[in-house]
């Protein structure tokens, strides 16, 4: 993937930091996108540019889709036109739907479906051109299987899987693929911040028993960049340790 551009949103931390890590480790020059924690960033580009490639971050609120125009734009000059997009930013607000605020609902979706499709619409005229290109996005087990407690946080990884099955049939004749990872418990400040006990009772569900690293999440997403992966298009990739059977 050497001299590939790669776009990571919420790449300051967590999965999205061992995604670019990681596809810096194959060659490619990457761009982190973050909502707020500029010291994180700056930390991943480091690391990233001592991997040796161009690295660079840019804050952006994927939900507005001025934003998100604006921040490809700054990376299509800074780096070049972006050949790989992983959508892994997201947001939880974990509360039973009884108690659940419209507000809370609508803030989920906003960042982690209408962002993936922002920088999808930002990303696509570019890769359509050049009838190549790579879109990754990050769902989650949850997605698929509901969680009591994420009615938002389940549509919106829900609504990524048919985000991604519906754009992988509009450009597969591009040379264009677009693909899910479906992560299941992940070892990341999202899954230290949640109920001790809810987490707990969660990773007894694990086959493996036990929680994933981010690296295991960024080892999917390398090998559906590659061009190993050239045809594969629309699939969930479960990186769940067996939670989701
Ligand atoms: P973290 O909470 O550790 O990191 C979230 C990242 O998203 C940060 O980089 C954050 O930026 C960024 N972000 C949040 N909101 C926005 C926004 N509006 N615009 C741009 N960037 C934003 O999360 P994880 O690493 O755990 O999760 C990464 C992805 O993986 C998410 O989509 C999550 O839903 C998914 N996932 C995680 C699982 C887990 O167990 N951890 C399981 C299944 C899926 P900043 O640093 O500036 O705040």
């Known amino acids: 993937m050497k001299g590939k551009i790669a776009l990571v949103t919420g790449g300051s931390r967590g999965i999205g930091r061992a995604i670019a890590l990681k596809l810096a480790e194959a060659g490619c020059d990457v761009a982190v996108l973050y909502a707020g924690r500029r010291d994180a960033a700056e930390e991943t580009v480091q690391q990233l540019q001592g991997l040796g490639v161009r690295a660079i971050c840019v804050q952006c609120d994927v939900s507005d889709e001025n934003q998100a125009a604006a921040a490809f734009k700054?990376?299509?000059d800074e780096l070049g036109l972006p050949d790989i997009l992983v959508n892994n930013a997201g947001i939880v607000r974990d509360c039973l739907a009884m108690r659940m605020s419209a507000e809370?609902?609508?803030?989920v979706l906003d960042t982690?479906?209408?962002?993936?499709?922002?920088?999808?619409?930002?990303?696509?005229?570019?890769?359509l051109r050049r009838r190549s290109g790579r879109i990754i996005n990050i769902s989650s087990v949850s997605g698929m299987m509901g969680n009591p407690g994420q009615?938002?946080?389940?549509?919106?990884?829900?609504?990524?899987?048919?985000?991604?099955?519906?754009?992988?049939?509009?450009?597969?004749?591009?040379?264009?693929?677009?693909?899910?990872?479906?992560?299941g418990f992940i070892e990341t400040d999202m899954t230290r911040s949640m109920?001790?006990?809810?987490?707990?009772?969660?990773?007894?569900?694990?086959?493996?028993?036990?929680?994933?690293r981010p690296e295991?999440?960024?080892?999917?997403?390398?090998?559906?960049?590659?061009?190993?992966a050239s045809y594969i298009t629309g699939c969930v990739l479960k990186v769940d340790g067996g939670m989701y059977i």
């Open 112 to 127: 982690n479906l209408t962002g993936a499709f922002n920088m999808i619409h930002a990303c696509l005229p570019g890769f």
């Open 216 to 228: 295991d999440v960024a080892n999917a997403v390398r090998f559906l960049a590659s061009d190993e």
């Open 104 to 107: 809370n609902f609508r803030a």
């Open 195 to 212: 109920n001790e006990a809810a987490l707990n009772a969660g990773v007894k569900q694990v086959p493996m028993g036990r929680m994933g």
């Open 151 to 183: 009615a938002n946080y389940a549509s919106s990884k829900a609504g990524l899987i048919g985000l991604t099955k519906t754009i992988a049939r509009e450009v597969a004749s591009r040379g264009i693929t677009v693909n899910a990872v479906a992560p």
């Open 74 to 76: 700054q990376v299509s």
